[in-house]
């Protein structure tokens, strides 16, 4: 028996779908390939049971302020969301280091000449930050409710977005410290969706702050998971799904997958003209993962740096923005752009009896590339953070070509599930009204391959879950998502 509405695959964006759907009195079904719930948030064990490291997704800016988490409320759910005192740093050569801190007068004074400029950039967006979150985590094709929210955009696009980025301050800490958030973006730059990016979170780094939840991201899912079955829905691991067809009888089936894998699973079903639409959609550069067990805390040359909960590797302003760019053209480049978290820095409960912790890295490189990263992300580490290497007790890494092999939505380890080109960043997967609709009746997508893109947000789960409720069952209130609310 099928049920009368089936999510494939249980990502924050799956979970997000479910829940509204379920809220909503459906009875649901998540189908999830993998043995394991949670897509982008899975926290394990790699090396000894009691280190635990993020898969994917560490950091979650995204996680308080989306829309669909407002409501839903993680932190009345016991999810404590950790915000480290620095959100974010950019080490530099020297022993320099741009610091986001939280305070963003703490930052803006660190920055000397240039904390009145980051302060004129920054003091805008935290005055309209829910209508610029709200309006960058939508669909974008409803008018915003804070029109400043486009405005600020538009202006901060073009400072930051074109050329002029490079005039925008005197020293290279905070032209570094933007050009890092804007790389999240994975892709060339400057341009504009990289600013639009870097806008975002970069704002959010002084308002919620870049946190880690107590325990791991995997405290996400669960949360999710939880609010799901208590409204009748059910889950199932191990549960791949191969045909669309398997799920006729269903009234709407919400698929938390790529465009590759849907042409997979249900190809012959489409119309050609649709066909080709997804054949067309662009996959951005990959990223490759190395997770670290380490046995204390990261050695970095200014020790500021052990603060954050997230660290960018990339030099100044001007390395990031060509490094990223010759990657984007499939050229590896010498020196790639690492993210790294330490999750300690802000849950002490990640760091064992005996010290040893994880670290989280990634490189990013070029789509599909099969090198293993250890040796480049270890050696970029020990750049800004001499000694590091001789802390590493074990590492994992896993190239991008095998983090399509983990997670189908991740195309040559594409963690965008897409390039973030500023017309894909609209129009994806194709160009509709309504891109969470498919041609098929009751079939709809809702992966980060829709609007509004990659993430931790829940908000394409949640509006295309909107959008099945509208059409399919004629149900156009949104159902209330707080923690007790029915
Ligand atoms: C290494 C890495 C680091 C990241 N870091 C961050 C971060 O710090 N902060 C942040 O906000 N975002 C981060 N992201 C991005 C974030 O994880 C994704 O944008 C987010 O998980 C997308 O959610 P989703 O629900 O669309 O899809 P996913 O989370 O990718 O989930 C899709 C699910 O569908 C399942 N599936 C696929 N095909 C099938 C099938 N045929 N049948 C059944 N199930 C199927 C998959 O197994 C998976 O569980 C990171 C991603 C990666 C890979």
Excluded at 212 to 241: F, Y
Aim: charged content about 20%; proline content about 9%; hydrophobic content about 45%.
């Amino acid at each position: 028996m099928v049920a009368e509405v089936v999510v494939v695959g249980s990502g924050p964006n799956g979970l997000a779908a479910a829940v509204t759907l379920a809220r909503a009195g459906l009875e649901v079904e998540v189908r999830e390939a993998a043995e394991d719930l949670g897509g982008g948030l899975r926290t394990k064990p790699l090396f000894r049971p009691d280190v635990l490291h993020d898969i994917c997704a560490a950091v979650h800016p995204m996680a308080t302020a989306s829309g669909f988490f407002r409501e839903f409320d993680l932190a009345a759910r016991g999810v404590e969301l950790l915000r480290p005192e620095i959100s974010y740093a950019h080490p530099l050569d020297g022993g320099r280091a741009g610091l986001a801190y939280r305070s963003l007068d703490a930052t803006c004074e660190r920055l000397g000449p240039d904390g009145p400029r980051w302060r004129a950039l920054m003091e805008p967006l935290l005055r309209h930050s829910q209508g610029l979150v709200d309006f960058m985590l939508s669909g974008q094709r409803t008018l915003p409710a804070d029109l400043a929210a486009p405005f600020l955009l538009a202006k901060g696009l073009l400072t930051h977005g074109t050329p002029l980025a490079a005039r925008q301050f005197a020293g290279p800490e905070a032209a570094a410290l933007l050009a890092g958030v804007a790389a999240h973006v994975v892709g060339r730059m400057p341009t504009p969706s990289a600013a639009s990016v870097a806008l975002m979170l970069g704002h959010l780094a002084h308002a919620g702050g870049w946190p880690v939840p107590r325990g791991g991201s995997v405290r996400i899912a669960e949360a999710l998971a939880e609010d799901l079955t208590a409204h009748g829905g059910s889950l199932r691991t191990g549960a791949r799904l191969d045909d669309l067809r398997e799920l006729r009888g269903a009234r709407a089936v919400l698929l938390d997958l790529g465009p590759k894998e849907f042409l997979r699973v249900a190809g012959p079903l489409l119309p050609a003209g649709y066909r080709r639409s997804l054949g067309r959609y662009r996959y951005g550069p990959g990223a490759a993962k190395v997770d670290f067990l380490v046995n204390g805390p990261v050695p970095w040359a200014e020790p500021l740096v052990g603060r954050a909960g997230t660290v960018h590797l990339g030099g100044t302003q001007r390395e990031v923005f060509r490094q990223e760019s010759l990657v984007a053209r499939g050229r590896p480049g010498g020196a790639p752009f690492v993210l790294v978290v330490d999750p300690a820095a802000a849950d002490p409960g990640r760091v064992a009896a005996d010290g040893h912790r994880p670290v989280w890295a990634y490189a990013h490189v070029p789509n599909g590339d099969r090198r293993d990263p250890a040796e480049l992300v270890t050696a970029r580490i020990e750049q800004y953070a001499p000694g590091f290497a001789a802390t590493v007790v074990d590492r994992r890494s896993v190239s991008a070509a095998a983090l399509e092999a983990y997670n189908p939505n991740y195309v040559g380890g594409d963690i965008a599930a897409g390039a973030v080109t500023f017309r894909q960043a609209l129009l994806r997967p194709t160009p509709a009204w309504d891109p969470y609709r498919t041609p098929l009746k009751g079939v709809y997508l809702c992966s980060a391959s829709t609007p509004p893109g990659p993430g931790v947000h829940g908000m394409a789960g949640y509006l295309a879950a909107r959008s099945a409720l509208r059409r399919e069952f004629g149900v156009r209130t949104a159902p209330r998502l707080a923690p007790g609310a029915c």
